[in-house]
């Protein structure tokens, strides 16, 4: 009689739910996203503080500044975030590459929507050399004044953050070919380049505000 009334007990404990861990590469991943946003916020303070201190170079300085030309690489930066969200949703279906024809992007996996951002990307960067060639060309250099320095700096390193994510990006398409197949741990590495990919993004979208429309 006390088995029985003692298993009856024991079946009628209501069960707890399965405590799960979150993703660690998730995890890792936002705190190091947040080390990186302190350090543009330090690059912003730069920005404001230098220009609180010399106004006058920025009389003459931004006016050399090609806006549409910024704004067309911009455009670039933000359309290869939509191609790098594709690409996630397919990672997250574990679709590494495509099912069928080339040309039917419906079909596509994460393979050829990272290849896609990755030329965006590629595209963005080589219009930033193009852009800063054209600035040495009008006098505006990184050792010129102020506002070269603080220019350079700020587009540049995130120029640098954009270089990473893209050799990112390379080893991940590469990791596609490399593994027997594609599981959790391909696709967790898919997900965690976008979020850093669209970081740089956002911050792009913030010092395209600050440098070439606030004036």
Same mark, same amino acid.
């Given at each position: 009689? =006390?088995?029985?009334? $003692?298993?009856?007990?024991v079946e009628t404990v209501p069960a707890h739910p399965a405590v799960s861990r979150p993703n660690m590469a998730s995890v890792g991943t936002i705190v190091w996203?947040?080390?990186e946003?302190?350090?543009?916020?330090?690059?912003?303070?730069?920005?404001? $503080? @230098?220009?609180?201190? *010399?106004? &006058?170079?920025?009389?003459?300085?931004?006016? +050399?500044l090609d806006v549409p030309y910024a704004a067309a690489n911009t455009l670039v930066l933000v359309i290869s975030s939509v191609?790098? &969200?594709?690409?996630v949703w397919?990672?997250?279906?574990?679709?590494?590459?495509? =099912?069928?024809?080339?040309? +039917?992007?419906?079909?596509?996996g994460m393979r050829e929507w990272y290849a896609l951002t990755y030329l965006f990307g590629a595209v963005f960067v080589?219009?930033?050399?193009?852009?800063?060639?054209?600035?040495?060309?009008?006098?505006? +250099? !990184?050792?010129?004044?102020?506002y070269g320095s603080v220019f350079y700096l700020t587009t540049g390193f995130h120029a640098l953050h954009v270089t990473g994510g893209?050799?990112?990006?390379?080893? @991940? @398409?590469?990791? $596609?070919?490399?593994a027997r197949r594609f599981g959790h741990a391909e696709a967790t590495g898919a997900i965690v380049t976008s979020y850093y990919w669209h970081f740089v993004?956002? *911050?792009? !979208?913030?010092?395209?505000? $600050? @440098?070439?429309?606030l004036k």
């Open positions: 009689m =006390t088995t029985v009334a $003692t298993a009856s007990a996203l947040s080390s946003l302190m350090f543009f916020a330090g690059l912003f303070a730069m920005y404001f $503080t @230098i220009r609180s201190v *010399v106004p &006058q170079e920025w009389v003459t300085g931004p006016e +050399k191609w790098c &969200q594709l690409g397919k990672a997250e279906q574990f679709q590494p590459g495509r =099912t069928g024809s080339l040309l +039917k992007f419906r079909q596509w080589s219009g930033q050399v193009l852009e800063y060639a054209n600035l040495v060309h009008e006098g505006v +250099k !990184i050792n010129s004044d102020a893209l050799l990112a990006f390379l080893l @991940i @398409i590469g990791r $596609t070919f490399a993004d956002v *911050v792009w !979208i913030a010092l395209f505000a $600050t @440098i070439y429309l």
